[in-house]
């Protein structure tokens, strides 16, 4: 079984309202990339990967107007690929849904989201004191994780789809206004992933095969507010101390050498500066999925062999998203 996690650049503007893909060569969200440029870049990504199921970071909007399960499937429709069923769980306002398109001959898949008394259901509010002033500040995710109960031949198991908060200080109006937003993001994005974390932990003591993948918009050493902190939020949801914790072998590299050659998952460019690469996407297994012959693989144009020999699927992966895929091939 290959399951992946892909954030896709602002993928909600390739359709209209009716879910139909707007295939032509208007600008998509994605900086000088038509329309018609990205659509064709993704249909060759996705092609490539032939996973079994595929966690969509910024998938298409849902909303009283738009559904993005239906622009999902126009798009598998028109590229014929076999990951044709998609399911969205909480929707949210900001036109970028976390979404599951898998290949319903293969698996199935439920929204089955969880709540108990140290975690409460993602859609809610989480109460946490995020700056040690006693009194818990009211955390909420701007994008609710995307909990699965996914079934595959007689294997069951779990995903939780996450898109984190950016820490990115947007629309700071100087230096010591970007550096506030900077530590207040930071603290929210981390009070999310505690949050997270009390989930994973209540599902790794009842002992379900869990998989949480998507984008943290975080990693061990990603910026120098996390010094303040004492720790990523990537950290905290792997597990640390003594307890049950998660397996990514990207994210224990970036652990083990914070100095040196590290994977990347994103490739970003600064406005007439040099391009910039980060991990920031995961696919974490609970000790029973983690498996000897379990690949772990990032689709990087540059890093990957034999995407960087393969013309055509190079051009893809840097035509349509900042982000490249992640894949896990598990046998179950």
Request: overall charge negative; some cysteine; hydrophobic content about 40%.
């Amino acid at each position: 079984m290959r399951l992946a996690t892909y954030n896709v650049e602002w993928f909600d503007h390739l359709f209209d309202d009716h879910g139909r893909l707007r295939d032509d060569g208007g600008w998509s969200g994605r900086y000088d990339v038509t329309r018609r440029e990205q659509t064709a870049a993704l249909g060759h990504v996705f092609a490539a990967l032939d996973a079994d199921a595929v966690m969509i970071i910024e998938a298409p909007d849902s909303s009283r107007r738009r559904d993005g399960a239906v622009a999902l499937e126009s798009f598998a429709r028109h590229f014929g690929l076999r990951t044709n069923k998609a399911l969205i769980g909480y929707v949210n306002d900001t036109q970028q849904e976390i979404a599951l398109l898998y290949d319903p001959d293969t698996v199935t898949a439920e929204h089955d989201p969880q709540e108990d008394a140290t975690a409460p259901r993602f859609d809610q509010a989480f109460h946490f004191d995020l700056d040690t002033d006693a009194t818990p500040e009211t955390i909420r995710w701007s994008k609710p994780p995307l909990e699965v109960a996914l079934q595959t031949g007689g294997a069951s198991l779990r995903l939780i789809g996450v898109h984190a908060k950016s820490k990115a200080p947007h629309g700071a109006r100087n230096n010591a206004h970007a550096i506030r937003l900077s530590i207040e993001n930071r603290r929210k994005q981390l009070a999310q992933c505690i949050w997270l974390r009390r989930r994973v932990q209540a599902h790794l003591e009842a002992g379900d095969p869990l998989i949480v993948l998507g984008d943290f918009n975080d990693g061990p050493g990603l910026d120098e507010y996390e010094k303040l902190f004492g720790r990523s939020g990537v950290e905290v949801v792997l597990g640390e101390g003594d307890g049950i914790q998660l397996f990514d072998p990207h994210a224990r590299i970036a652990l083990s050498s914070r100095i040196g050659v590290q994977p990347a998952t994103a490739r970003f460019k600064k406005p007439d500066g040099p391009y910039l690469s980060a991990l920031l996407d995961y696919i974490m297994v609970s000790p029973d999925l983690r498996q000897p012959d379990s690949a772990w693989r990032i689709w990087h144009p540059f890093d990957d062999p034999q995407c960087f020999s393969d013309l055509d699927l190079r051009e893809a992966l840097l035509t349509a998203s900042d982000h490249f895929p992640v894949t896990l091939d598990l046998a179950l």
